[in-house]
């Protein structure tokens, strides 16, 4: 395809197979990820919030480029996940600032588009690293813009042009960073941005579908920008004025494409109100408030199958709001495990966000949780340093007013909980909260998801791997073997405390049996033993 100029539709084309193309290989990137634990991976994490770019793009009937490109920007801040999926985000923005009011772009705009996307990632990053993908997409942007500056015009040479250049940084990114040499890999996130340029060239060299069919299927935003799943009801509201109860949301799927949008919108109509039918024949998402929910999902049962269902009693939400009425800060935190999430709400917890090592939330989630608690400060606990990006980019985003205490594990989280004080301000919380988490040890026991050669050790798909605050300290044979050995090199007199949190995979009876034999060779300490749940991590200990 031979392009000097293109439109918000080819953009949009284009955004949608570097999507679809970034999440066919992005098991490739997480396979390069230099920490073999088990996490929210690279290349997961970029292609989750490429498809909330895509989906959002979808959304917007406009051929306007820079309608498309807010659209796509907008997705892509509020889907981003982990801290790779925020600088890609922030490299779609950054993109999208220089384009706002232009229907379609020439070679020398989309250079320039490009230059300003890399420098709102590397102004996103607190300590910008080079040899990551900062370094590949800043390489990308030079390689457009010397293409542009010896006579080329076309979009796809200057992004061949760019593609040539990422390469090229890439291949280099180890002799930057000496944890990639010794693990003998590119970066990770590097590897995702090539991939998405290798997308964008597929797209117009016509060898990529234009987009994947599910992404038609995404919740739609609204005029206001707030998606299907920020749609509660208001705060000055009184439940007596609630007329249908139920949120009621599912997916319908249909292989024959005979999924009628029109006749579902019309008889939905008839059963309450907030009415959305959003996708296509083969697919399509719908939300609806009725007081008949079974109703619903009765009519659209003959037209295909149902996914994803999701009924929400609004009135008993709105009870539990007004609960939370009366504090003026708002807690968040992160958690994944039924037992870690209790002992977060016993300690004061008013909104868990379901994730951490097994899936990052996105930047969305965060915002969904922020707009669903009344308090007039909100104060978030990431508990994971691969979401600490992400809930800041929240921050940014909300029209409230949210501290980021940046907890990197469960139980620095649950030690900066123990400092909250509702009388203080949310400013003087988040400062002593931090203080707390930083007073905490913390130990994690779980297993290696891949092979690799991390700091010069050979580690092994399988093997037990203790973390010392998010440090590899040792590989052991089992679980119990790496408890005794970490918490007996850890342990000092000051020490008073020492709380384990087993997960899903560990029983009652073995985690007793563990705590009893450290308290038999530790006894000036406190052993303490909870129920965490935890999936993937045998155990969470924490020495104070």
């Not at 498809?51 to 892509?76: D, I, P, T, Y």
């Not at 390469?167 to 991939?195: H, N, S």
């Not at 990052?360 to 009344?374: G, M, R």
């Not at 990006?389 to 123990?418: F, Y």
Request: aromatic share 6%; with cysteine; net charge negative.
């Amino acid at each position: 395809m031979d392009k000097e100029r293109i439109d918000g539709l080819l953009w949009e084309h284009m955004i949608a197979a570097a999507s679809q193309y970034l999440e066919n290989r992005k098991s490739i990137v997480d396979a390069l990820n230099v920490f073999p634990v088990p996490d929210g991976d690279t290349g997961t994490n970029m292609s989750l919030t490429m498809q909330s770019a895509a989906r959002a793009m979808l959304r917007e009937e406009s051929g306007h480029f820079g309608v498309k490109a807010e659209a796509m920007a907008q997705g892509a801040l509020l889907g981003a996940r982990g801290n790779s999926g925020v600088i890609t985000s922030q490299i779609l923005s950054g993109f999208a600032s220089t384009c706002r009011t232009m229907e379609t772009i020439d070679g020398s705009v989309f250079c320039e588009a490009m230059k300003k996307g890399v420098e709102a990632a590397y102004q996103a990053v607190m300590k910008p690293v080079e040899g990551t993908i900062l370094t590949v997409s800043k390489a990308a942007a030079q390689g457009a813009q010397t293409a542009l500056e010896t006579g080329e015009t076309r979009i796809d040479s200057l992004i061949e042009a760019a593609r040539v250049s990422a390469l090229k940084a890439l291949e280099l990114t180890p002799t930057m960073l000496p944890i990639l040499k010794q693990a003998g890999v590119v970066d990770a996130g590097g590897q995702g941005f090539l991939y998405i340029l290798e997308g964008f060239l597929a797209c117009l060299r016509g060898e990529v579908l234009e987009a994947a069919a599910d992404l038609s299927a995404a919740a739609p935003v609204l005029a206001s920008g707030t998606s299907i799943e920020d749609m509660v009801v208001e705060d000055h509201m009184d439940s007596g004025d609630i007329q249908f109860a139920y949120c009621t949301e599912f997916v319908v799927k249909d292989r024959e494409g005979r999924i009628d949008l029109n006749q579902v919108r019309d008889y939905l109509n008839t059963l309450g109100d907030c009415v959305l039918v959003v996708g296509t024949p083969s697919i399509c998402k719908v939300h609806v408030h009725t007081n008949t929910p079974g109703k619903a999902l009765d009519y659209v049962t003959p037209m295909g199958t149902l996914h994803k269902m999701k009924i929400d009693n609004m009135r008993e939400e709105y009870e539990k709001k007004s609960r939370v009425e009366s504090k003026k800060i708002g807690l968040i935190s992160v958690a994944c495990g039924p037992g870690i999430e209790e002992i977060l709400k016993s300690l004061g917890v008013h909104k868990i966000v379901t994730g951490g090592q097994t899936m990052n939330p996105s930047t969305q989630d965060f915002v969904e949780a922020i707009n669903n608690l009344p308090a007039r400060e909100i104060i978030i606990l990431p508990n994971n340093s691969n979401i600490i990006m992400a809930a800041n980019q929240a921050a940014r985003v909300s029209d409230r007013i949210v501290h980021i205490v940046p907890t990197k594990t469960i139980p620095q989280g649950i030690g900066a909980l123990l400092a909250f004080n509702e009388e203080e301000t949310g400013a003087e919380n988040t400062r002593k909260m931090e203080t707390a988490a930083q007073q905490i040890i913390t130990i994690e026991v779980t297993y290696a998801v891949r092979d690799a050669n991390y700091e010069d050790q050979q580690i092994t798909k399988g093997e037990t791997l203790g973390l010392v605050n998010g440090k590899l300290a040792l590989t052991a044979s089992g679980p119990h073997e790496a408890v005794q050995q970490l918490v007996r090199e850890q342990l000092k007199e000051e020490h008073e405390l020492v709380t384990i949190y087993y997960g899903e995979d560990v029983c009652k009876e073995e985690a007793e049996a563990l705590a009893g034999q450290l308290a038999e060779q530790f006894d000036w300490v406190d052993f303490e033993i909870h129920y965490g749940g935890q999936p993937l991590y045998f155990y969470l200990i924490s020495i104070e």
